[in-house]
């Protein structure tokens, strides 16, 4: 049996981060974070804040610190720096500070993009987890690994109407709403 959005349930919108890391973008040529900003809204989310930082551990540990301390922060969605470049350094950046690994994000997010890019699928370092008791996910940098994040995993696991279960149940904010 396969999950499904159960429509008679409330939805309850989450406040989403979106983190780019790239040496060579800005907000205008940004099409990963932009589809994702772009596709959290749609589905009656918040952006609760963009940003682009270098592939440097310190920055992108710097950027994710602040979104993890602010109250007003639920999720947080990274994209680049996952891949076997020198400089992809996402996953050692973000994998010390994670408290719980979701090791299960990898293997869904790796089982959707074969379908769509075949083996290359294995040149990503997808990684997700909790900080505290903030949410943070991991993406590809490109615009197509962030489609399929998004439309095939992300999208379905952080809708609160989603069955048999969603992540939204171990937010806290949402933890005290009757």
Known sequence: ?????????PFHPLRIAVLTVSDTR???TDTSGGLLAERLTAA?????GRAIVTDD???I??????????????????????????????PEAVRPLLGREMDGFAVVFHQASLGTVGLSTLQSRALAGQIDETFIFCLPGSTGACRDGWDLVLGLELDSRYRPCSLTEFIPRLRRQP
């Not at 009656?44 to 609760?48: D, I, T, Y």
């Not at 610190?65 to 109250?71: K, M, T």
Request: proline residues 2%; charged residues 20%.
């Open 57 to 59: 551990v310190e920055a």
């Open 26 to 28: 800005s907000l205008e």
């Open 1 to 9: 049996m396969t999950g499904r959005i159960d429509e008679t349930l």
């Open 61 to 90: 540990r710097a950027q994710v610190r602040n979104w993890v301390a602010d109250a007003m922060v639920d999720v947080v969605i990274t994209t680049g720096g996952t891949g076997f470049a020198p400089r992809d350094v996402t």
């Open 44 to 48: 009656g989310h918040a952006l609760a």
